[in-house]
């Protein structure tokens, strides 16, 4: 019968060294071992070049190191990167590197899949299968911030959470990877350089205040009136815009982090003067800053962009009320790299709800 080995990076460091007691092993392999795992992210145990073959050979005959590897990417014109990323049971996510002038940013994924049906997002038409561990999460940056350096010679900057599945559903492997992340036995990136976007779950927006997190959030508002948030993003029905408004003001209490509005105007739907009255009011919740996205073909036909008039009509109006409002031009759209392009395109086993 095969041993069923652990996985090791599910171990926290006081977990680890005493893993280590139990082998009848010094306490300071275990911190050893754990900075492998973390600050050099070893993929393997016969690289930890520092302990003894017996030692490597120890830890091979007792754990795994689920590591994610890149299989497959594709470069945009753009320079955008994008990759299926294979996770140990053959489950593939997407993550992406988006360089521009002045910042090198990956945007990861959280879940397989993803259970929320938001009408206008190629994932939302993937069944969630499962969530990601936090050393997945951890992994997806570091492949990233490799290519960056290979590609690009720059460091990486930015970190998104807006690539598949929505990250307060996978709340504590989220906020472990992004512990990893900032920690300097990690990979000591600032907290203000991660965003964690949220299509809104009330409930676990509080719970980010009262974990007075640091890094930044970003809500998928997309409108701001109740019926037609209902009908583009089901999640409203249980999570109203007063619920979300509410929860914000809460967050923003306790962490006193401005909070960014992405809203997609699409034609015909959300762009009127009416629309961004109601995003205007809405923004009274909390401070915060608003992103208009432009609306990136999911290829159904259903949705589509407003015209540029419309558009700046529509940000004009909210810098008269005095709000914050930038246009964000998506990038990666050829290779479906964009925001909700994501859904393992070439990855048919991927189940189609
Ligand atoms: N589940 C999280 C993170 C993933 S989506 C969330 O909903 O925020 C990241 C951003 O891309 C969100 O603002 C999302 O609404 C947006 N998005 C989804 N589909 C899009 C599309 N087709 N075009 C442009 N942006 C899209």
Redesign the pocket.
């Known amino acids: 019968m095969t041993k069923i080995k652990k996985d090791i990076r599910a171990l926290s460091l006081s977990e680890l060294k005493e893993e280590f007691i139990l082998m009848g092993e010094k306490n300071f392999r275990g911190q050893q071992v754990y900075e492998w795992l973390w600050k050099k992210s070893a993929h393997s145990f016969e690289a930890m070049s520092n302990l003894s073959k017996e030692l490597r050979e120890k830890l091979n005959d007792n754990f795994v190191i689920n590591a994610v590897i890149v299989d497959e990417k594709q470069i945009s014109d753009d320079k955008t990167i994008k990759n299926s990323l294979k996770l140990f049971d053959g489950n593939i996510v997407e993550g992406v590197l988006i360089p521009t002038e002045t910042r090198m940013t990956a945007c990861v994924s959280v879940q397989v899949g993803?259970s929320?049906t938001?009408r206008?997002?190629?994932?939302g038409k993937l069944e969630r299968l499962r969530n990601l561990n936090a050393d997945e999460i951890y992994d997806e940056v570091v492949l990233i911030k490799e290519q960056a350096d290979k590609y690009y010679q720059k460091p990486l900057t930015n970190i998104v959470?807006?690539?598949?599945?929505?990250?307060l559903l996978n709340y504590n492997n989220v906020i472990d990877a992004i512990e990893k992340i900032t920690g300097e036995d990690g990979l000591n990136m600032a907290s203000d350089r991660i965003t964690v976007?949220?299509?809104g779950i009330a409930k676990m927006i509080r719970k980010l205040g009262d974990d007075e997190v640091k890094f930044n959030l970003?809500?998928?508002l997309?409108a701001a009136n109740d019926e037609k948030r209902n009908r583009i993003m089901p999640i409203n029905e249980s999570n109203s815009l007063q619920e979300l408004g509410e929860a914000l003001a809460y967050y923003y209490s306790k962490t006193k982090n401005k909070v960014t509005f992405?809203y997609?105007v699409f034609k015909d739907i959300n762009d009127t003067i009416k629309d961004a009255e109601e995003l205007f009011q809405f923004s009274k919740y909390v401070p915060s800053k608003i992103n208009l996205?432009?609306?990136?073909?999911?290829g159904d036909g259903e949705?589509q962009n407003t015209s540029g008039n419309k558009l700046h009509r529509f940000k004009d109006y909210l810098e008269e009320k005095g709000l914050t409002a930038t246009i964000r031009r998506?990038r990666g759209r050829d290779i479906d790299a964009?925001?909700?392009?994501l859904a393992n395109k070439k990855h048919p086993e991927a189940k189609m709800q």
């Open positions: 993803c929320l938001c206008f997002c190629a994932t959470f807006m690539g598949m599945g929505e990250p976007s949220t299509a970003a809500l998928s997309h992405e997609i996205i432009e609306y990136n073909s999911t949705f998506s964009a925001c909700g392009q």
